[in-house]
């Protein structure tokens, strides 16, 4: 069996790749903390985000800046939830994200609900 990283280091490469600006960066952490076919909706997009390569290309996107960081997290079965916190130009959001994780505990399924 491959190399299985544990929930805190995927949340955490997942928060990164919201943070930095290095598209090469944004795509290892991409790579490493979710799952191929990983699926994010969320209010910031218009339809689902589908793909790796999608999703460094959202990530990428001028209105995605700003600090990004993940609070506290639990878990049920293959779920993880964990509230969020972006501050940027236009001010702080929050919210709560809920995630379906692989069996290699990458993001599968992201949802992000916004307080």
Do not use: K
């Amino acid at each position: 069996m491959g190399y299985r990283p544990d929930l805190d280091t995927t949340l955490r490469r997942y928060a990164e790749a919201w943070n930095t600006e290095d598209p090469d960066a944004r795509w290892a952490l991409i790579h490493a903390c979710a799952a191929p076919e990983v699926t994010y909706l969320g209010s910031e997009s218009d339809r689902p985000v589908e793909g790796q390569a999608a999703m460094v290309a959202f990530l990428g996107m001028p209105d995605s800046g700003g600090a990004f960081e993940l609070g506290p997290h639990s878990t049920h079965h293959h779920w993880v939830r964990a509230p969020w916190r972006r501050v940027s130009a236009n001010g702080i959001t929050t919210g709560l994200l809920v995630a379906e994780l692989d069996r290699q505990n990458r993001l599968h399924r992201i949802l992000h609900f916004m307080d």
